[in-house]
């Protein structure tokens, strides 16, 4: 079985959905499907081979351009909520099946023809994180990887001598984290990611997908809600007893970092990457 694994990225919707899509590639190598993962940009691609052993991957700028490269036999999943239902029922109607991994929650598939993975079933953490390590990085803040109208430079204050470091987004420009260095401890380049994320004491962050990561790490995770970012993500995360700040707030900060939290580390699955896989291949074949 041929799969075309689409992945929506880039500098302006980072690598959330590439962070744990391509655990489920992997998985899905392993069963001996030929994988090719598709994203929005090269460097997506290349982060994808360099941090997660990703072999094919190829730029597909718009999503209807993947019937330029995969043929009617071939198998195509979408791990994208920007897909319409007009162009999902067409995909449909051109691949027989399709698989769409959604954030939301409250999605709902079209008809048989459609696999929906969303809310809970689609919360896949990549083993790697679930590994024993020695927490010695203190508090850490990972906005995310993209930051294109670099709104970070507008509430970086509300972090200023609470002794937090800063870990760089992938897509951050050039000389950007020298800008904000007077609001952080120190600033950790976007290259030492797992190190970082497992390796901090408590991990502040508006990445949903790093918030998961860092609480199956046990690096004791807070969310801070970007307002770009949807509201069911704050219910999600709260769930997993993740604490949830809906807006930058210096005190509001300080406060929960100095209370001890109780975490549902217990809530995820190391097992996460390859269930999905399983309901990949089992309805496709």
Known sequence: MRLYYYIETGHRTGLDRLRRSAPVINALERRGVDVTMLTNDFRAGE?????????????????????????????????????????SDDMADYYGKLVRISDDPHSSAASSRHLLISGSEAEIVDPRYFEETEHSFGDVYFWGDDDYEQ??????????????ALLEGHYFFLRYASELQGSFETVYESESYDEVLKGARRFITSSPQSALEALAA?????????????????DRLAEHSVPVLEVFDRESLLSCIERENEYEKGSLSPQSAGNVADMIYDFLI
């Open 47 to 87: 982060y994808a081979k360099e941090q997660f052993g990703i072999r094919k991957y190829v730029s597909v700028d718009v999503v209807r351009n993947i019937a330029n490269i995969a043929a009617p036999a071939d198998k195509v999943v979408l791990d994208s909520d920007s897909v319409g239902g007009a162009l």
């Open 151 to 164: 709104e970070l430079s507008g509430v970086c204050d509300t972090f200023k001598e609470s002794g937090t």
């Open 218 to 234: 046990g690096s004791s995770p807070i969310f801070v809600k970007k307002s770009s970012t949807p509201e069911f993500w704050c």
